[in-house]
């Protein structure tokens, strides 16, 4: 059973930056794809951003794209979320998601939550205006 554990959530003022840490145990990390998602209050959990096992192939949700990239280091079995420029908007619980393939080259796939097979416990981003 892999488990995900995400970190480095908080508070920050419009325009900062934040790093989002996922750390994985209980499977072998570099036969997942990894991905994030965000959830604002009332709404549905949206795709943030994916990267495939070795991080060759990253997506990015329309919203963030320019302001949000994805990395993952194997050896560490961690996958991070930078995020610079963060507007009010962006803030939401944040969740980290494991799917077991190599990698998912359709929109379809990496940006649907049915398409992870495990899910970590989120952690809150609030940006102030």
């Known amino acids: 059973q892999v488990q995900l554990v995400e970190s480095g959530g908080g508070l920050v003022q419009a325009g900062g930056s934040l790093r989002l840490s996922c750390a994985a145990s209980?499977?072998?990390?570099?036969?997942?794809?990894m991905g994030w998602f965000g959830q604002a209050p009332g709404k549905e959990r949206e795709f943030v951003a994916v990267?495939?096992?070795?991080?060759?192939?990253?997506y990015y949700g329309d919203s963030v794209k320019g302001r949000f990239t994805i990395s993952r280091d194997n050896a560490k079995i961690t996958v991070y979320l930078q995020m610079n420029s963060l507007k009010p908007e962006d803030t939401a619980v944040f969740y980290c998601?494991?799917?077991?393939?190599?990698?998912?080259?359709?929109?379809?796939?990496?940006?649907?939550?049915?398409?992870?097979?495990?899910w970590g416990q989120g952690t809150q981003v609030t940006v102030s205006s």
């Open positions: 990267s495939n096992w070795s991080g060759g192939s990253r």
């Open positions: 998601a494991a799917a077991r393939v190599r990698s998912y080259s359709d929109t379809y796939y990496y940006a649907s939550t049915s398409s992870y097979n495990y």
């Open positions: 209980g499977g072998t990390f570099s036969n997942y794809t």
